[in-house]
């Protein structure tokens, strides 16, 4: 049975069967968008799970150093070395297009280019392992803001193939069904007044016979 009220005629049924064949095609591109979209979004968690890892890694072994470097150095000596920072840093953000999602992608630059600037302090009041542990911090900061850009990728990525799964759902469970339904409902419609008006044109040419053989 119909879903709902329709009109059994064939402008209508002309109607459906246009909006069918549009549902069908919209339902086939949009899996294919979300295939797409997991394929992309798993490639991504592997690259996020290696990138925290690396992260994880760096920071551990910053955090060592400078423990090493604070048990050497005073809390006021340490405090004092790291309070002015030579270095500036310029964060970008631009935007690239996955499947129609925009995902951020991040970019910094150092104000110079010399890699000695990344120490706000002298050598000669400072202890070696404080060097080391600016050095892990600068090596894995990179690695952080890469980390950041891949996790807000995936959240974005993870949204809309939630958005695009239930638009295959709603196309696949519920608007097609619902378009067959109708158009096979009306087609029974058309064909049944068809076989009746067949039925009272013969029995009109019946009668017509019938009152021609009397005269």
Not at 109 to 137: K, N, R, W
Not at 151 to 160: C, G, I, P, S, V
Not at 168 to 194: C, F, G, H, W
Request: no cysteine; proline share 2%.
């Amino acid at each position: 049975m119909a879903t709902k009220t329709i009109s059994p005629t064939r402008m209508e049924l002309t109607r459906l069967k246009g909006r069918l064949k549009t549902a069908t095609r919209g339902h086939k591109l949009l899996k294919d968008k979300r295939d797409e979209l997991m394929r992309q979004f798993l490639e991504i968690v592997r690259r996020n799970r290696d990138l925290r890892a690396r992260v994880d890694e760096g920071l551990s072994g910053a955090n060592r150093a400078l423990a090493v470097a604070s048990a050497i150095m005073s809390s006021d000596m340490l405090e004092q070395a790291l309070l002015y920072p030579r270095q500036t840093v310029r964060l970008d953000m631009a935007f690239r297009n996955i499947m129609s999602v925009n995902v951020p992608v991040y970019k910094f630059d150092m104000e110079t280019a010399d890699s000695a600037e990344i120490y706000p302090y002298g050598f000669a009041q400072t202890s070696g392992e404080l060097d080391v542990a600016i050095a892990a911090l600068e090596g894995v900061f990179r690695d952080m803001l890469e980390l950041a850009q891949v996790e807000k990728t995936m959240q974005l990525l993870a949204d809309d193939i939630e958005k695009t799964r239930r638009r295959v759902n709603a196309l696949e469970y519920v608007m097609i069904p619902e378009m067959q339904t109708n158009i096979r409902y009306i087609s029974m419609k058309l064909e049944e007044n068809d076989r009746s008006t067949k039925v009272r044109l013969m029995k009109v040419k019946d009668m017509v016979l019938a009152d021609s053989r009397k005269k």
